[in-house]
Each structure stands twice: as C-alpha cells, then as structure tokens.
C-alpha cells in the first residue's frame, strides 16, 4: 500500500518570492507521482507528474518538482509565486499500472501582496 | 472541448436517504473514476470503472456503488446515508485506466 505525507498544512508566503511544498511518499512498488491544484468551488488540475526518466519535472504556470527516489520525495517549487497561486495542493501517487490516486492532506499555499 | 462534468452541484439529504450522483467524461476518454473528499482533507478514491465494469475498488462500504453506461458515463449511488457521507464528491474520467486523470467541479452533498 502507498501512502502521501504532506509536511506543512499551510504555506503564506508574499507575492514574488520562492516556494517550496514538501511531499514524502511512502510505497514498496515502484510509483507514478503527481501534484493537482484545487482552487476554491473547483475540482482538481494537474500540475505535473513523474512517470519515469528525468526527476526534475517540469508543469504549468512556472511549477517544478524534483523525484528524489532515495529520500522518497517529490517536492514542488516555484522560483516566484503570484497572487493567483492562492490554492490548495495535493500531491498524490499511484502505483505503475494501478489506477487508483492516493493523495496527501493537502498544504493550502497563501500568496499575500 | 467539453472537460468533465457533473451534476448536480449540490444536494442536501437526510439521513437514511440514498442518492443519486451523475457524471459525464471528457470527451474521448473511456474510464471513470469517483473520489470522495470530506472538508479539509485530501480526495480518497472510491471505485474506478472501465468498460461498465468496476475495474478497482477503494476502501468504501457497500453502501457506495456505481455504475457506467455505454456512453461512457456514470453514476454513484450512496444509500442509507450517513452524516459522515457529507463531501465533495468528484468525478474523474481518463483514456485507460492508467493515465492522467482529468476532474470535474465535484458535487457538494450534505447529508443532515
């Protein structure tokens, strides 16, 4: 079984300056693994995912996260955040070939100006 | 390009009662999978179903069941609702079953 461990429950951070959300996983399989975005009324958007290859990812809107196997991470960065990046995020695994999504708790990111 | 979409928005029950939960794919996709996400905490996967048959199953009561129809879309039913069944109950469709989910805005319910 797989299990997402999302380290902070809430990120502020001012408008501009870098963000870092934390994801550990745990799995004894090897895993496919994701970032969404839930912005408020709305379901879910994927943000990006690693599958298999490079462990630098690149996503939309300017996100990057790094597949760290040994650490078992999977952390998401953005070098400056804007205010439209008020969200919830979700980091979430599947295990290759499975089709069911575990996700962590969520870290609700605040872009103040 | 419609994504994906459910209905209805919202819904509020009574304790007891069974409810009925619709959900139509992104165009081109073929499988559907149904989470359930209660209030501050992150989506748990209830069932997937892939060729009208339910392909994978979560850790869900058999009060929670679903179904899909040739045109691919699908239903979730709860009966004998609980308090605890109140949620955000949202749909995701996908081309396979091991692909990129796509969500849709998820229907509210409440049950009271």
């Known amino acids: 079984a797989q299990s997402v461990t999302q380290l902070d429950s809430q990120v502020p951070v001012f408008e501009e300056a870098p963000v870092e959300l934390r994801c550990n996983y745990s799995?004894?399989?090897?895993?496919?693994l994701f970032w969404y975005v839930q912005y408020p009324n709305q379901g879910l958007q994927l943000l990006l995912k690693?599958?298999?290859?490079?462990?630098l990812v690149k996503g939309i809107n300017g996100f990057e996260a790094e597949f760290n196997k040994s650490q078992t991470s999977f952390h998401l960065r953005k070098p400056s955040v804007h205010i439209s990046d008020t969200a919830e995020y979700f980091c979430?695994?599947?295990?290759?070939?499975?089709?069911?999504?575990?996700f962590g708790k969520g870290t609700t990111l605040s872009v103040s100006s | 390009d419609a994504g994906v979409t459910q209905s209805p928005t919202h819904l509020i029950k009574t304790r007891g009662q069974q409810v009925t939960l619709r959900c139509s794919p992104k165009s081109g996709h073929d499988t559907v999978s149904w989470y359930q996400q209660a209030l501050g905490q992150g989506p748990q996967f209830i069932f997937q179903y892939y060729e009208e048959e339910e392909r994978q199953r979560g850790n869900f009561p058999d009060r929670f069941s679903g179904h899909q129809f040739p045109n691919y879309s699908s239903e979730l039913n709860v009966n004998a609702l609980l308090l605890g069944d109140s949620a955000l109950y949202l749909c995701?469709?996908?081309?396979?079953?091991?692909?990129?989910?796509?969500f849709g805005n998820g229907t509210r319910l409440t049950v009271t």
């Open positions: 995701a469709s996908s081309l396979g079953y091991n692909s990129p989910l796509h």
């Open positions: 690693y599958l298999s290859g490079s462990t």
């Open positions: 799995s004894s399989v090897s895993v496919y």
């Open positions: 979430a695994v599947s295990e290759v070939g499975g089709t069911a999504l575990i």
